[in-house]
């Protein structure tokens, strides 16, 4: 791992890292800032940051305010890149598929097969890598926005026991009914919709192997609100099945960054009171 | 005035409206937040924002974290973009010459006399516009970066009894006697080094009219540091004429955002405080 950027942020420090990842096979970028506790030493909780459609590493760490939060509770907050990336490297024109839109899918279709391992990537090379290098405990939240915030979602209940946490931020809570999600899953997965049922989180709260309780903050002024997102369906297949979830509908509230800041707050209160409690 | 953005921010309302400027001669765009106070009707006091090289109205509202302290101090924030813009306007490749630049100066050389006249925007125009479309008091004060760092000390210091509080993070303090400063100040004001005097804060701290407490914040690795903004030619000036000034020096911090976000409350804090006392 190279660290190509590195800023003061809060008492602690707002890194970039770049490393070769054997499972996307390509070069990635991946954010990390350490909290004060970490750089004295301390080992710290990692909370994952998955970011939405055409994000690089850069937007969360630049634009949601998260690093005073990060060194109040003293949490790594690790913010990889949305897709894999580079020339040779399957990508397409539009801003909803390839480059910067992986879904945090593992894909078995060509083209991208070859590197859109996303999933894999952050749900096992990433942490190990992160656990290895950085002053990192194996307590471990994640959260994300929009295509970010399925796959935290997603993340989560498809890897019980991995993550002691999640939220989201206005996201794609059921990708196999919505436009971006189904032009996805079809191209990186095929046309087999049952298959796109493992990577749907409304889907997949039926089946959940634990209770993790779901915080999702939404907003009611978003542009993509009753065509892409539609949180009402994540909370009706949670209350069929039992599953703890907290939807909450924000008056005036768009799908920017804006938004996210506003409530970052309250996100990491979330993560930092799951992690403090013993299992 | 037209409003060209907005996102619900902390409570209240991230704005950006675009107006045809008389004294820059052409059109600008300016950044408003205004806190929940305001936004119930409430008169609240006003913060200016001045950026720094190459910046737009845009950086300060997406990367400096402020919004949440506007909220709870019930503060109207404007950030003016850094220069006149357009087609007809005089410019140069250089980045710290002409658009994106402006160093907040009345400009009386050709070509850039015509709509370089930042000052009078900053310091006339732009209040009276505040305070006659949105819910402000003639309460101000102002603050900036780097050569908007510059820019707030020069206005503050140039136009006494009209800002209640002034601060400034990594700022240029004394243009004359740095390469960038002394590059625009003869674009600017032409060859007559006497002239720039009138431009350059720690020149005008030895007639200052009023005793406004200086609070300034260095990042100690800062890469500008030694060259350009010399914050120790300030501090010996104030010494020297019994003017106030807190200059602090953060080791660690550099010249980004992510130092301006870090230290962003306690200028709040400073301006709070004095929009709170009677003067």
């Given at each position: 791992?190279?660290r190509?950027e590195?800023h003061?942020?809060?008492?602690?420090?707002q890194?970039?890292?770049?490393?070769?990842?054997?499972?996307?096979?390509?070069?990635?970028?991946v954010?990390?800032?350490?909290?004060?506790?970490?750089?004295?030493?301390?080992?710290?909780?990692?909370?994952?940051?998955?970011?939405?459609?055409?994000c690089?590493?850069?937007?969360?760490?630049?634009?949601a305010?998260?690093?005073?939060y990060?060194a109040?509770?003293g949490?790594?907050?690790?913010?990889p890149?949305?897709s894999?990336?580079?020339?040779?490297?399957?990508?397409?024109?539009?801003?909803d598929?390839?480059?910067?839109?992986?879904?945090?899918?593992?894909?078995?279709?060509?083209?991208?097969?070859?590197?859109?391992?996303?999933?894999r990537?952050?749900?096992?090379e990433?942490p190990?890598?992160?656990?290895?290098?950085?002053?990192?405990t194996?307590?471990?939240?994640?959260f994300g926005?929009?295509?970010?915030?399925h796959?935290a979602?997603v993340?989560?209940?498809?890897?019980?026991?991995?993550?002691?946490s999640v939220?989201a931020f206005?996201p794609i809570?059921?990708?196999?009914?919505?436009?971006?999600g189904?032009?996805?899953?079809a191209?990186y997965?095929?046309?087999?919709r049952?298959?796109w049922?493992?990577?749907?989180?409304?889907?997949?709260?039926a089946t959940?192997?634990?209770?993790?309780?779901?915080?999702?903050?939404?907003?009611?002024?978003?542009?993509?609100?009753?065509?892409?997102l539609r949180?009402q369906?994540?909370q009706?297949?949670?209350?069929a099945a039992g599953?703890?979830i907290?939807?909450?509908?924000?008056p005036?509230?768009d799908?920017?960054y804006y938004?996210?800041?506003s409530?970052?707050?309250?996100h990491?209160a979330?993560?930092?009171?799951?992690?403090a409690?013993?299992?």
């Amino acid at each position: 791992m190279q660290r190509i950027e590195q800023h003061a942020s809060f008492g602690g420090r707002q890194e970039v890292w770049q490393h070769a990842s054997t499972t996307l096979n390509c070069t990635m970028k991946v954010a990390v800032y350490l909290p004060p506790a970490a750089l004295q030493g301390q080992r710290c909780p990692v909370l994952y940051w998955l970011s939405g459609l055409t994000c690089t590493e850069q937007n969360f760490i630049t634009k949601a305010g998260a690093q005073q939060y990060a060194a109040r509770h003293g949490i790594i907050v690790v913010a990889p890149d949305s897709s894999p990336r580079g020339e040779g490297v399957a990508d397409d024109p539009a801003y909803d598929l390839g480059q910067g839109a992986g879904f945090y899918v593992d894909a078995t279709q060509a083209p991208w097969a070859t590197h859109y391992q996303m999933q894999r990537y952050v749900a096992e090379e990433l942490p190990a890598l992160i656990e290895q290098h950085f002053p990192a405990t194996d307590v471990r939240g994640i959260f994300g926005h929009s295509m970010g915030g399925h796959g935290a979602l997603v993340t989560a209940l498809r890897n019980p026991g991995r993550y002691r946490s999640v939220s989201a931020f206005s996201p794609i809570v059921a990708p196999s009914q919505v436009p971006w999600g189904q032009k996805a899953l079809a191209a990186y997965l095929g046309n087999d919709r049952e298959q796109w049922l493992n990577w749907d989180a409304t889907a997949l709260i039926a089946t959940a192997k634990e209770r993790l309780p779901l915080l999702v903050d939404q907003g009611e002024a978003d542009e993509f609100l009753a065509e892409q997102l539609r949180p009402q369906l994540l909370q009706a297949a949670c209350e069929a099945a039992g599953h703890p979830i907290t939807l909450r509908m924000q008056p005036g509230y768009d799908h920017s960054y804006y938004f996210i800041a506003s409530f970052m707050e309250d996100h990491f209160a979330h993560h930092a009171a799951a992690f403090a409690n013993p299992r």
